[in-house]
Protein backbone atom coordinates (compact mmCIF):
# COMPACT_ATOMS: atom_id res chain seq x y z
CA UNK A 1 0.00 0.00 0.00
CA UNK A 2 1.22 3.13 -0.58
CA UNK A 3 0.12 6.25 1.36
CA UNK A 4 0.29 9.95 0.20
CA UNK A 5 0.54 12.36 2.53
CA UNK A 6 -0.11 16.28 1.95
CA UNK A 7 -0.44 19.69 3.93
CA UNK A 8 1.20 22.84 4.31
CA UNK A 9 4.66 24.08 5.86
CA UNK A 10 4.29 22.78 9.51
CA UNK A 11 1.36 20.78 9.21
CA UNK A 12 2.71 17.75 10.87
CA UNK A 13 2.41 15.86 7.78
CA UNK A 14 5.96 14.13 8.97
CA UNK A 15 4.67 13.45 12.34
CA UNK A 16 1.81 11.86 11.14
CA UNK A 17 3.39 9.63 8.94
CA UNK A 18 5.32 8.33 11.60
CA UNK A 19 2.07 7.98 13.31
CA UNK A 20 0.91 5.69 11.23
CA UNK A 21 4.27 3.73 10.51
CA UNK A 22 4.51 2.89 14.57
CA UNK A 23 1.09 2.28 14.93
CA UNK A 24 1.10 -0.47 11.41
CA UNK A 25 4.12 -2.11 13.30
CA UNK A 26 5.43 -4.52 12.57
CA UNK A 27 4.58 -4.58 8.81
CA UNK A 28 7.36 -3.30 6.79
CA UNK A 29 7.00 -0.02 6.21
CA UNK A 30 8.95 2.68 4.61
CA UNK A 31 8.77 6.44 4.73
CA UNK A 32 9.49 9.33 1.94
CA UNK A 33 10.00 12.83 2.82
CA UNK A 34 9.56 15.12 -0.42
CA UNK A 35 12.44 17.47 0.83
CA UNK A 36 14.76 14.59 0.34
CA UNK A 37 14.05 14.87 -4.03
CA UNK A 38 14.56 18.56 -4.16
CA UNK A 39 16.83 19.34 -6.85
CA UNK A 40 20.51 20.98 -5.72
CA UNK A 41 20.33 24.44 -4.22
CA UNK A 42 22.50 25.93 -7.67
CA UNK A 43 19.76 24.94 -9.71
CA UNK A 44 16.75 26.20 -7.96
CA UNK A 45 14.71 29.76 -8.64
CA UNK A 46 15.79 32.40 -6.23
CA UNK A 47 12.82 35.04 -5.02
CA UNK A 48 14.52 38.11 -3.77
CA UNK A 49 17.68 37.21 -1.78
CA UNK A 50 16.12 33.76 -0.97
CA UNK A 51 15.89 30.00 -2.57
CA UNK A 52 12.65 30.13 -3.75
CA UNK A 53 12.11 26.24 -2.59
CA UNK A 54 8.34 26.51 -2.95
CA UNK A 55 7.32 25.40 -6.55
CA UNK A 56 6.96 21.95 -7.77
CA UNK A 57 9.54 22.60 -10.20
CA UNK A 58 11.76 22.17 -7.51
CA UNK A 59 11.11 18.63 -6.65
CA UNK A 60 12.84 15.28 -8.58
CA UNK A 61 8.86 13.89 -9.44
CA UNK A 62 10.30 11.22 -12.21
CA UNK A 63 13.19 9.95 -9.21
CA UNK A 64 10.89 10.15 -6.44
CA UNK A 65 7.89 8.41 -8.10
CA UNK A 66 10.40 5.68 -9.27
CA UNK A 67 11.85 5.16 -5.72
CA UNK A 68 8.01 4.75 -4.28
CA UNK A 69 7.38 2.42 -6.54
CA UNK A 70 10.38 0.65 -5.83
CA UNK A 71 9.89 0.63 -2.22
CA UNK A 72 6.31 -0.43 -2.75
CA UNK A 73 7.73 -4.08 -4.07
CA UNK A 74 9.68 -4.02 -0.75
CA UNK A 75 7.54 -3.12 1.93
CA UNK A 76 4.48 -3.37 3.22
CA UNK A 77 3.12 0.29 3.62
CA UNK A 78 5.53 2.87 1.78
CA UNK A 79 4.14 6.51 3.01
CA UNK A 80 5.07 9.86 1.42
CA UNK A 81 5.02 13.02 2.35
CA UNK A 82 5.08 16.26 1.03
CA UNK A 83 4.24 20.02 0.18
CA UNK A 84 3.34 19.09 -3.23
CA UNK A 85 2.72 15.83 -2.99
CA UNK A 86 -1.10 16.36 -4.71
CA UNK A 87 0.37 18.23 -7.80
CA UNK A 88 0.95 16.24 -10.42
CA UNK A 89 -2.02 13.81 -11.45
CA UNK A 90 0.14 11.26 -12.55
CA UNK A 91 1.42 10.96 -9.24
CA UNK A 92 -2.24 10.87 -7.67
CA UNK A 93 -2.71 7.81 -9.32
CA UNK A 94 0.01 6.18 -7.64
CA UNK A 95 -1.76 6.33 -3.54
CA UNK A 96 -3.84 4.05 -2.88
CA UNK A 97 -5.10 6.28 0.26
CA UNK A 98 -4.51 10.60 0.57
CA UNK A 99 -4.42 12.22 3.89
CA UNK A 100 -4.65 15.61 3.76
CA UNK A 101 -3.65 17.64 7.07
CA UNK A 102 -5.52 21.05 6.68
CA UNK A 103 -4.13 24.15 8.96
CA UNK A 104 -5.49 27.22 9.54
CA UNK A 105 -3.34 30.23 7.80
CA UNK A 106 -3.17 32.07 11.34
CA UNK A 107 -2.08 28.60 12.74
CA UNK A 108 0.63 28.13 9.93
CA UNK A 109 2.22 31.70 10.43
CA UNK A 110 2.97 31.04 13.70
CA UNK A 111 4.68 27.20 13.41
CA UNK A 112 6.27 28.79 10.29
CA UNK A 113 7.67 31.83 11.98
CA UNK A 114 8.45 29.78 15.17
CA UNK A 115 10.64 26.90 13.16
CA UNK A 116 14.19 28.09 12.93
CA UNK A 117 15.32 25.07 11.14
CA UNK A 118 16.65 27.34 8.37
CA UNK A 119 17.09 30.85 10.65
CA UNK A 120 14.60 33.22 11.21
CA UNK A 121 12.65 33.62 7.49
CA UNK A 122 11.25 37.02 7.09
CA UNK A 123 7.25 37.89 7.04
CA UNK A 124 7.19 38.41 3.18
CA UNK A 125 8.81 34.92 2.95
CA UNK A 126 6.18 33.39 4.59
CA UNK A 127 3.46 35.09 3.04
CA UNK A 128 4.87 33.82 -0.27
CA UNK A 129 5.32 29.73 1.54
CA UNK A 130 1.56 29.87 2.33
CA UNK A 131 0.43 31.19 -1.02
CA UNK A 132 2.67 28.52 -2.87
CA UNK A 133 0.79 26.35 -0.63
CA UNK A 134 -2.73 27.34 -1.63
CA UNK A 135 -1.05 27.64 -5.32
CA UNK A 136 0.74 24.19 -5.42
CA UNK A 137 -0.39 21.67 -1.89
CA UNK A 138 -4.05 22.06 -1.73
CA UNK A 139 -5.66 18.67 -2.15
CA UNK A 140 -6.85 17.36 -5.72
CA UNK A 141 -10.98 16.44 -6.94
CA UNK A 142 -11.78 13.89 -7.25
CA UNK A 143 -9.93 11.23 -4.96
CA UNK A 144 -10.65 9.68 -1.51
CA UNK A 145 -8.83 11.92 1.00
CA UNK A 146 -9.23 11.78 4.39
CA UNK A 147 -8.85 15.63 5.76
CA UNK A 148 -7.25 15.99 8.71
CA UNK A 149 -7.66 19.32 11.28
CA UNK A 150 -3.59 20.29 11.91
CA UNK A 151 -4.73 21.80 15.01
CA UNK A 152 -6.86 19.04 16.66
CA UNK A 153 -5.39 15.61 17.88
CA UNK A 154 -5.21 13.12 15.36
CA UNK A 155 -8.08 9.82 15.55
CA UNK A 156 -5.54 7.51 14.86
CA UNK A 157 -8.34 4.84 15.28
CA UNK A 158 -10.19 6.55 12.41
CA UNK A 159 -6.93 7.50 10.23
CA UNK A 160 -6.62 3.34 10.46
CA UNK A 161 -10.08 2.60 9.72
CA UNK A 162 -9.65 4.58 6.46
CA UNK A 163 -6.91 3.25 5.43
CA UNK A 164 -8.39 0.06 5.80
CA UNK A 165 -5.64 -1.50 8.73
Not at 139 to 146: A, C, K, S
Request: charge should be negative.
Amino acid sequence: MIIGIGGSSNAGKSNLAALIAEACSPRKAFIFNQDDYVYPEHVLPRIRDHIDWEHPDTIDFDRFRSDLESAAHKNDLVIAEGLFLFCRPELNKVFDKMIYVDLQEDTFHKRKSADLRWGQEPEWYIDHIWSRHIKYGRPPDGYDILVLKGEEEWPLDRILAFLNI
